[in-house]
């Protein structure tokens, strides 16, 4: 990894191969997790997840090569193992982009490729744009807009294709008009509890009804540091959602724009049957950054899909 004074934590790993994590403490009291994973002088990359909420996991170095990269996984504000768990104070997509360059400057990394998807991708535009020297490329997976009809997608059509996972959701916060539903959930899920964690079980188990229906819902487990967990992500996601991600559509197409303006490019791939996302995303990015190459699969959302998992090792042995 370039770096012309490393951090006094590499100096423990005489090898060249690295599998480490820690702490960096920011703005808000909030403490921010950072993974590192393979070749020290590797192609630097970060990882940016998704949700708005979800956290990094090791699966996520799957695409890639990691004795031509270091992986840098970032758990974003009260997401994952950041801590405090699930905490918004503070926590907006300025936050956000002000903690991956944080984390950048820290590593002593001067470019770094920058994949995200679902949210990670927006997220990783939202950073190009602010951040254009920094970015070497990027790589985007099932591309989220943070759009009203992305959040519909989730939380009010999904009613129509499963709604004995909708129903069970929507009557446990007590919401019979769906468009009431994502306010009463930020609501509901303010305060620790068993009620909460069982909302957040629900909500997970709408997701998982769209994005894996052939796998059965998880049963509610007794209140664990494990359904907290799940509060926190789902207080964290509708934070985000009821606010559209704290990105309007023009400051995000801006973005872009500056990205591309500054000889930024790389590749988006998306999921044709994605039921979150719509294709069109990838016609809405190439309007704005027509550097970025797109690719179409025979996927939905999730990366570990083989047509997304092999699509996305492809692009990562071009970089």
Same mark, same amino acid.
């Given at each position: 990894?370039?770096?012309?004074?490393?951090?006094?934590?590499?100096?423990?790993?005489?090898?060249?191969?690295?599998?480490?994590?820690?702490?960096?403490?920011?703005?808000?009291?909030?403490?921010?997790? *950072?993974?590192?994973?393979?070749?020290?002088?590797?192609?630097?990359? *970060?990882?940016?997840? $998704?949700?708005?909420?979800?956290?990094?996991?090791?699966?996520?170095?799957?695409?890639?090569?990691?004795?031509?990269?270091?992986? *840098?996984?970032?758990?974003?504000?009260?997401?994952?193992?950041?801590?405090?768990?699930?905490?918004?104070?503070?926590?907006?997509?300025?936050?956000?982009?002000?903690?991956?360059? !944080?984390?950048?400057?820290?590593? $002593?990394?001067?470019?770094?490729?920058?994949? $995200?998807?679902?949210?990670?991708?927006?997220?990783?535009?939202?950073?190009?744009?602010?951040?254009?020297?920094?970015?070497?490329?990027?790589?985007?997976?099932?591309?989220?807009?943070? !759009?009203?009809?992305?959040?519909?997608?989730?939380?009010?059509?999904?009613?129509?294709?499963?709604?004995?996972?909708?129903?069970?959701?929507?009557?446990? *916060?007590?919401?019979?008009?769906? !468009?009431?539903?994502?306010?009463?959930?930020?609501?509901?899920?303010?305060?620790?509890?068993?009620?909460? $964690?069982?909302?957040?079980?629900?909500?997970?188990?709408?997701?998982?009804?769209?994005?894996?229906?052939?796998?059965?819902?998880?049963?509610?487990?007794?209140?664990?540091?494990?359904?907290?967990?799940?509060?926190?992500?789902?207080?964290?996601?509708?934070?985000?959602?009821?606010?559209?991600?704290?990105?309007?559509?023009?400051?995000?197409?801006?973005?872009?724009?500056?990205?591309?303006?500054?000889?930024?490019?790389?590749?988006?791939?998306?999921?044709?049957?994605?039921?979150?996302?719509?294709?069109?995303?990838?016609?809405?990015?190439?309007?704005?950054?027509?550097?970025?190459? !797109?690719?179409?699969?025979?996927?939905?959302?999730?990366?570990?899909?083989?047509?997304?998992?092999?699509?996305?090792?492809?692009?990562?042995?071009?970089?």
């Amino acid at each position: 990894m370039p770096n012309s004074s490393p951090p006094s934590h590499y100096r423990e790993y005489p090898d060249q191969h690295i599998s480490q994590q820690f702490y960096l403490p920011s703005v808000g009291s909030h403490r921010i997790f *950072v993974r590192l994973l393979g070749h020290r002088d590797g192609q630097a990359m *970060v990882a940016l997840h $998704g949700g708005p909420g979800s956290g990094c996991n090791d699966a996520m170095a799957a695409p890639f090569d990691l004795e031509r990269f270091l992986l *840098v996984m970032i758990d974003q504000r009260g997401c994952g193992r950041s801590r405090p768990q699930g905490r918004v104070h503070q926590n907006t997509t300025a936050w956000l982009i002000r903690d991956i360059e !944080t984390v950048r400057r820290y590593l $002593g990394i001067p470019r770094w490729h920058v994949y $995200g998807g679902s949210w990670g991708a927006s997220l990783a535009l939202a950073y190009a744009g602010a951040h254009p020297g920094a970015v070497q490329s990027l790589l985007l997976r099932s591309l989220f807009l943070a !759009t009203p009809n992305e959040v519909r997608n989730l939380l009010y059509r999904s009613r129509y294709r499963h709604p004995k996972a909708w129903q069970h959701l929507s009557s446990l *916060v007590n919401a019979s008009d769906p !468009t009431a539903l994502l306010a009463a959930i930020y609501d509901q899920l303010q305060s620790p509890g068993p009620y909460a $964690g069982a909302i957040a079980n629900a909500y997970s188990n709408l997701e998982r009804a769209l994005l894996l229906p052939h796998k059965p819902p998880r049963p509610l487990a007794p209140s664990t540091p494990k359904t907290e967990r799940l509060r926190g992500k789902y207080h964290i996601q509708s934070h985000y959602l009821m606010r559209n991600c704290f990105m309007s559509s023009d400051y995000l197409a801006a973005q872009a724009r500056r990205a591309y303006e500054h000889g930024i490019g790389g590749v988006a791939i998306h999921g044709r049957h994605d039921p979150l996302c719509p294709p069109s995303n990838l016609t809405w990015l190439t309007r704005h950054m027509p550097s970025m190459q !797109t690719q179409l699969v025979d996927a939905k959302h999730l990366a570990h899909e083989p047509a997304m998992h092999r699509a996305l090792q492809e692009a990562a042995r071009q970089l």
